[in-house]
């Protein structure tokens, strides 16, 4: 990898910044703090003090008090650690076991039972003594049947054999199985055309043992699972309950997909790609009509998610005048981070409104996706506990080798859409469309991001570290 051509910008000096709400009608119509009426060396010292992470920090005056330091233009990890200052409430519900396909485990799940229960036969045939079946054309006399859900078998001694159904009980004396196929049977006896495999008995608890934990805590219950949660015992499953999570793309430009278009508007896509990863996140998905650009209208709707555990809004987050979602945020919410570095997806927010978390997503389609891959989804993991490798995941880290060069990004980590295949036992990773973050389009002919580290660009040969999306 090589230095990204781009010149850096100048770092800014770090500083802190007040941010006075502008807005004639503040939020709930409260007084403003003492401490702006303080001179600026003794209320700078009545605020807490925390650490600076960034280039920037802000301390901002909010719905009549003074928030925690708003830090600018963070790292990814650090973006995700303020975020979890405000994660999302864990509750747990239980359900029946035929009603929780693709929930997710509340609580770890340990066998009730030995599994298999006891010993029994893999294959149908016969049960024998091995050592009786030494010779080729042994004749061997048929004792009784072990069939599943039968009595139990008689004991076999040497001379004999029973007959055995795969999964039935292996009748004591025996040790081993002759398929059915390798015997002749005349009248009461059996003559062995086969070997006798130990092989083919199941051992009992050779899977699982009273009490060994096999579904652990933020497992995501596919068919597999569900099934192992029945073999151990269990009818019924604590699971995390569905938070709710309220999605509004913000624009007046914006119309919903399937209205006639009208000039200057563009169909709203956002709030639907976001609603399907939130709900392939384990959580329950309150998609919202998008709001125009009116402060009075944002402020409305907002108030109105106070039932939802979380909110993510698109759009309204940079730096033009038009952003309301962050000049609201910053006059009347409180705001743990604005701007991440990241390409694409930079201008993202977070913070609360009146108590409740929200992302404030770029509006740009792609960088929404993305940000919602690197951050929201990971802040939605850890907040409920999911499992790192059997709870939901909307990628895996791999290693690729790039096929072509990839330019990087100047200061921030960089995720250009990439299409991974399999070859000769190694991942490749081609480009196919521009990388534009407008284009929706590169998002489905591409299948991973890169993960090229700051002022690194990727060179064709090279291995990288890269997103394969699920």
């Known amino acids: ?31 403003m703090n003492t401490v702006s009426q303080l ?15 960034t280039q920037e920090v802000g301390i901002t005056l909010q ?16 973006a995700l650690e303020l975020a979890l200052h405000n994660p999302l409430s864990r509750q747990t519900e239980t359900l029946l076991l035929e009603a929780s396909r693709g929930r997710i485990l ?40 072990s069939q599943t859900g039968g009595a139990l078998p008689p004991r076999i001694t040497t001379g004999e054999a029973c007959r055995i159904m795969t999964g039935a009980p292996l009748p004591e004396g025996a040790d081993a199985i002759v398929m059915i196929e390798e015997t002749e049977v005349n009248g009461d006896q059996v003559i062995i055309n086969g070997p006798a495999r130990t092989g083919y008995i199941r051992k009992r608890a050779e899977n699982l043992s009273i009490g060994q934990e096999a579904l652990p805590t933020g497992t995501l219950l596919s068919s597999a699972s569900i099934a192992l ?57 309150v998609r919202y009509e998008s ?15 106070s039932d939802c555990d979380a909110i993510l809004t698109s759009g309204g987050v940079s730096m033009g005048e038009w952003d309301i979602v962050r000049k609201i945020m910053e006059e009347e919410g409180d705001i743990s981070f604005w701007r991440i570095k990241l390409r694409p997806g930079g201008p993202p927010l977070f913070g609360t409104w009146n108590g409740t978390p929200l992302f404030g997503l770029p509006g740009n389609p792609v960088s929404s996706l993305v ?89 064709a040969g090279e291995v990288i570290d890269a997103l394969w999306l699920q």
């Open 63 to 78: 719905r009549g008090g003074v928030c925690p330091i708003m830090e600018k233009g963070v790292t990814v990890e650090r």
């Open 291 to 305: 709001a125009n650009d009116s402060m009075d209208e944002l402020r409305t709707t907002l108030d109105s998610l």
């Open 229 to 285: 949660a029945g073999t151990m015992g269990h009818g019924e499953i604590e699971a995390i309950k569905k938070p709710r999570i309220a999605i509004l793309s913000t624009g007046d430009e914006l119309v919903q997909p399937g209205t006639e278009l009208e000039a200057g508007q563009i169909y709203e896509s956002n709030s639907h790609a976001l609603a399907s990863l939130v709900e392939s996140m384990g959580c329950e998905a």
């Open 1 to 31: 990898m090589r230095a990204a051509s781009t010149t850096d910008p100048p770092l800014m000096q770090m500083r802190l910044e007040r941010v006075w709400p502008n807005n004639p009608k503040r939020h709930h119509d409260q007084p």
């Open 39 to 53: 001179p600026t060396k003794q209320a700078q010292s009545a605020l807490p003090q925390y650490p600076a992470h």
């Open 371 to 459: 940000v919602f891959h690197v951050l929201v989804a990971p802040w939605i993991a850890k907040s409920l506990g999911y499992h790192p490798e059997m709870g939901p995941r909307l990628s895996q880290k791999v290693s690729v080798k790039l096929e072509e060069n990839v330019s990087g990004a100047p200061g921030k980590v960089c995720l250009r859409r990439i299409r991974i295949r399999s070859e000769n036992g190694q991942l490749l990773a081609t480009t196919h469309t521009h990388q534009g973050s407008g284009n929706m389009h590169s998002m489905v002919a591409h299948n991973g991001l890169t993960l090229l580290p700051p002022d690194t660009d990727g060179k």
């Open 106 to 145: 509340g609580k770890q799940l340990s066998s009730k039972v030995d599994d298999p229960r006891f010993d029994n036969s893999a294959m149908d045939g016969f049960a024998v003594i091995a050592s009786d079946c030494v010779n080729i054309g042994a004749e061997l006399t048929i004792v009784g049947t």
